[in-house]
């Protein structure tokens, strides 16, 4: 199958579209962040860097740190991005660009996002760092793909959603992390646990500005959600379509979070750049 030029949509120079970099561009190991900013914050520990670009919000770093090859890009916020971002860099390793064929061979990327989070539990303290077991999405990126969840993934999901009585238009989903990159990233400072991820930061987290909101008490129930001794940790708003869309493309993704909000003590960080950088030396390290 060759892919038409409407579907794998590449710009003048070849690159793929949105994130305008080439396959040798790219590093095995890639750090996924929201903010354009933090890429510089990571590649300012990388030891050389030997590609640099930015195309509207995807900012690219890649480099090596230690001996390790590693690409810092950012995504902007939401699963719509990711979903933009986890589709170009698999077409980068897995498609051949210039005859718009698959590979024979399938690479898998490590797949690290490193972003900040509301914490859900009022035991965990705010810049607490938050390690992702599972994605639970109230977005809707991967009912658009026929991606094959597991027994226990789609039991997770329903359980969740019957205990916190979500309006019927939201259908919950659930992704598993990588199980070899948790254990990669687990120490003493991660608290691991369920991420939901949400479609929005107002209303599809909890929260009453002007308009309101149609689930008021969401947060409480998330932190009283139990499954399977997994509990409900944090909300953010990109891992359910980085676990579910990277895993079914084969590749390893996980997330670790800085909490910068306590939601059921109502504290929220006064300034997390010094912490920010910590995390994101704890991740290189562990690479």
């Not at 590693?70 to 860099?89: C, H, K, P, Q, Y």
């Not at 238009?169 to 070899?180: D, G, V």
């Amino acid at each position: 199958m060759k892919y038409p030029a409407s579907e794998l949509v590449l710009d003048s120079k070849g690159n793929v579209y949105h994130l305008g970099i080439s396959p040798e561009h790219l590093a095995d190991h890639v750090l996924l962040v929201g903010d354009q900013n933090r890429v510089a914050a990571i590649s300012a520990f990388f030891d050389e860097i030997t590609h640099q670009s930015e195309h509207r919000e995807f900012v690219c770093h890649t480099g090596y740190y230690k001996g390790k090859h590693i690409t810092a890009l950012s995504t902007g916020i939401g699963t719509d991005n990711i979903d933009i971002v986890i589709n170009e860099l698999d077409a980068l390793v897995n498609i051949d660009l210039k005859e718009r064929k698959n590979k024979e061979q399938i690479t898998s990327l490590n797949l690290i996002r490193i972003g900040t989070c509301g914490i859900l539990q009022a035991d965990i303290d705010v810049h607490s760092y938050i390690l992702s077991s599972h994605a639970v999405g109230i977005d809707n990126v991967a009912h658009f793909y026929p991606i094959a969840f597991s027994e226990h993934e789609k039991e997770l999901a329903r359980s969740l959603d019957s205990f916190v009585g979500f309006p019927k238009e939201i259908t919950p989903y659930c992704a598993e992390a990588s199980k070899q990159l948790l254990d990669q990233f687990e120490g003493p400072e991660t608290h691991r646990g369920i991420t939901v991820t949400s479609s929005g930061f107002y209303a599809p987290q909890g929260r009453s500005l002007r308009l309101g909101t149609r689930t008021p008490d969401i947060n409480e129930k998330l932190e009283a959600f139990s499954f399977e001794g997994h509990r409900v940790v944090n909300f953010e708003m990109e891992s359910s379509a980085l676990f579910s869309l990277g895993k079914a493309m084969g590749h390893q993704c996980i997330t670790i979070c800085l909490g910068i909000a306590n939601r059921p003590r109502m504290e929220f960080s006064k300034g997390y750049e010094n912490e920010m950088n910590r995390l994101i030396q704890y991740v290189l390290d562990r690479i």
